[in-house]
Every structure is written in C-alpha cells, then in structure tokens.
C-alpha cells in the first residue's frame, strides 16, 4: 500500500483562505505561511523514518513523541517513546496520552490492534512549524502544529481532534477512500465520527448528552464560535468577521460543487456526518457501541476506495443488518438516518 503523499489536515484550506483575506498583517502571515507549509507537504518524502520499522507489528501500544522544534522537517527529535516518564513539555505528553487512550479505544471497542489492527506504531511529531494553524495525517505519523495564538489554540489539546487524525489512519488502512469528491468527504467525516466518539467515550456521555461538536476548544476566545464543525447541526458551528461563516450542508439539496479543498471534503462531509447523528440519537445510549459498530463495520468490510455516499449509506444499511438482523430497530434507525439528509434506500 502505497502511504506516501497523504495529507490529511483538520483545518480547511477555505478556512485560511479567509484568514489571508481578512485579517490583520499578523494573522495572514500564520495563515499564509500554514497554506505554503500544508500544499509542500503534497507527495513529500519524510525524512528520517524507516518504512520497515513503522510497519512493524506489535501486540501492545507503542508510540512516541518527536519534538519538530518549530521545523517542517519530520519526524523532529524524539523526546519520549512508550513507557518513559512524563515530559517537561506539556505538548509531548498530552500527544502520547491520547495516543494512547484512542489506541485503547480501538481495542477495547472494537478490537483493532491499533491504525492497521496489525500493531501499527503511534508516532506524533510536535510544534511542527512556526504557529502553523493545523494537525494532519501524513500516512506514517501524526502531527501537530501550535496554533497562531490568534484564532487557535495548540492543536494537541483537543482530544477530538487527536481522534479525528489517527482516525485518518484507519480508514487508510481499511476502505482507504480517495480524498476527494464525495470519498473524501467520507474519509473527513469518518474522522469526524470517530473524532466525537472517542470524545464522548473518555466523557463517558452518551449520544443525548454529547456536544457533537470537533474541535469545541480549539479556537481562541477572540472567535466568534463554538467549534470547527458540528455533527449535530452542520453550518452552525462559527460565524466570525474573519473566519466567516461555517459552510457545511446538513442535506443533500444542499450539497456544494466546488473544486477548492479537493472538491468539498470538508464541506460535504457534513452531510455523513448529520447521517451518523441522527442514526446514534435514534439508536440510542452510547453512541460507540451499535451506531459506531455499524459504521466501523462498513469501513472496515464494505467500502471502497472510490464510494460514494449512496454507497456508504448502503453500506451502513448492510452493517447494520448483519449485526442486528433486517429490520432491526438498528437498521431502520440507520435508513431514517440517511433519509433525513437527502439519501433513500
């Protein structure tokens, strides 16, 4: 399988893009500087880590944490690998403490042996760049920059986030949907559901309670949101003089043809994502147990690289049958789902 060249980043490039245009001098240079740094990492090799190793199976967690010391050069410096002692830097341990919950997630929901369910290591690289506005999956680690400090805080702190990413490598390693068009709007939102999944399960909340929000403590007080992006109610999660307003459609009479961010993968995954939503509060309770199995279920066995979201509606459908029986509550519950924004079965 070939994992070089992903580029799997949380913010939008849309979403910089309004930076550049309306901010103040200070705030376009981040956000500028974020667009160079995330467009050069397209097909870049990554220097320093050997392929074999990375692929090596394991029966137990094993990360590590690099230090890229403001640099764009990957991994960076490793400052703690699995079983050392905590770090003087708070940024190194909030990366391998949620690497390590989210593979326990993994394995004690689903039990998958961490990304690859082959014991794939979890490595993370720090400060990457100089207040670099996003965090990404590359296809070999993840990383994380620290924010402008203007708009966004350091993206390692949100645990949703670090779930967003490394689900990035899940779906790579299984249905490995193509990130563009209506695929890559699935692998964003499969991301996002797992994202706010393994958010609710260290919450221990279930699906009535949860905020349904990604990234709901990444932006700083000066913006005028809640959240990245929102499962619950798409479209809704920011509305600010600079950022703009959020765009995702909750419906697919809304759907975006556009041939920015990879032909709407950010923005139409809002359409997946109200889908699992309205499928989890239909179902009921936690929302990692039936409604995320099915999911995980589809990923896992039934899509493809080039699905599409009749295909991933069908497939939930079908998950959600064979763990459930046909016209379980579950599977009803999954096509009035999908119905809801705009997909019949």
């Given amino acids: 399988m070939n994992i070089l060249g992903i580029n799997c980043p949380i913010i939008p490039p849309y979403l910089l893009r309004e930076i550049v245009r309306c901010g103040t001098n200070a705030e376009k240079e981040c956000a500028l500087e974020t667009l160079i740094q995330t467009e050069q990492l397209r097909g870049l090799r990554i220097a320093g880590l050997n392929l074999a190793a990375i692929q090596k199976s394991s029966r137990d967690k094993n990360r590590s944490v690099y230090d890229a010391r403001h640099q764009s050069t990957l991994p960076g410096r490793l400052v703690r690998a699995e079983g050392e002692i905590k770090n003087k830097d708070e940024a190194v341990n909030e990366a391998y403490e949620a690497s390590g919950a989210y593979y326990d997630f993994l394995k004690t929901i689903y039990k998958r042996n961490s990304l690859d369910n082959k014991g794939f290591p979890l490595r993370s690289s720090v400060h990457y760049g100089r207040k670099y506005d996003n965090a990404f999956w590359n296809g070999r680690q993840m ?18 986030v670090i779930g967003h990413e490394l689900t990035h490598g899940v779906v790579h390693f299984e249905a490995n949907l193509a990130y563009e068009g209506e695929p890559g709007a699935l692998n964003e939102s499969f991301a996002d559901v797992f994202g706010s999944v393994f958010k609710q399960y260290q919450k221990h ?132 789902a999908w119905r809801a924004v705009g997909i019949s079965l």
């Avoid at 990383?143 to 949703?160: E, L, N, P």
């Avoid at 403590?217 to 992006?229: D, E, I, P």
């Fill in 205 to 336: 909340q279930k699906a009535e309670e949860a905020d349904w929000l990604i990234g709901d403590n990444l932006f700083t007080s000066k913006v005028h949101g809640k959240a990245l992006r929102s499962l619950k109610a798409p479209g809704t999660a920011y509305n600010d003089p600079v950022l703009g307003k959020d765009p995702q459609p909750a419906h697919m009479n809304n759907y975006v043809k556009t041939h920015e961010d990879n032909g709407g993968v950010h923005v139409n995954s809002g359409i997946p994502n109200k889908a699992f939503y309205e499928a989890a509060v239909r179902i009921g309770d936690y929302a990692w147990e039936r409604a995320g199995l099915i999911w995980y279920i589809a990923l896992r066995d039934l899509l493809k690289t080039e699905s599409d979201f009749h295909d991933a509606a069908k497939a939930v459908f079908t998950a959600a049958g064979r763990l459930f029986g046909k016209g379980s509550t579950e599977q009803k519950s999954v096509k009035e």
């Fill in 143 to 160: 990383v994380y920059g620290d924010g402008d400090g203007h708009f966004f805080k350091s993206f390692v702190r949100s645990i949703d």
